[in-house]
């Protein structure tokens, strides 16, 4: 049998461990960055993961190349999904935004099959 004292400094022990660690996550852990760098889009022919570095960087894409309502000079779009909702008609469909979007220029270059995005 365990005496009162044994049991009161395993507690300490416990409390002291769990502080160490919520203090070493929160030193330690790296912030998000303000903008998501790879967005995964949910779509009934599967995932597609986006990631912004490749197209920016890789293929010389600017913001405005995809995100039609920019201002001039603005670099900070409103998420596709402010406007063009899951379900809406006005003014297209999310889903329908993207595939647009993203088959009007792959067919100039890049992925054109399916799975080339679509991760089933």
């Known amino acids: 049998m365990t005496s009162n004292k044994e049991k009161l400094l395993a507690y300490a022990i416990t409390i002291v461990m769990l502080l160490i660690g919520v203090v070493g996550y929160a030193a330690f852990s790296e912030k998000a960055p303000d903008t998501p760098y790879r967005i995964l889009f949910q779509s009934m022919a599967g995932k597609v993961q986006f990631d912004h570095m490749e197209h920016v960087n890789g293929y010389g894409l600017s913001c405005s190349d995809c995100h039609h309502n920019l201002s001039e000079g603005e670099t900070e779009p409103d998420s596709c999904g402010s406007c063009h909702l899951p379900d809406g ?8 935004a993207f595939h ?15 799975n080339g995005c679509h991760l089933l």
């Open 89 to 96: 008609d006005d003014p297209i469909k999310r889903s329908e």
């Open 100 to 114: 647009n979007q993203c088959i009007g220029c792959h067919q100039g270059g890049g992925p054109t099959k399916c």
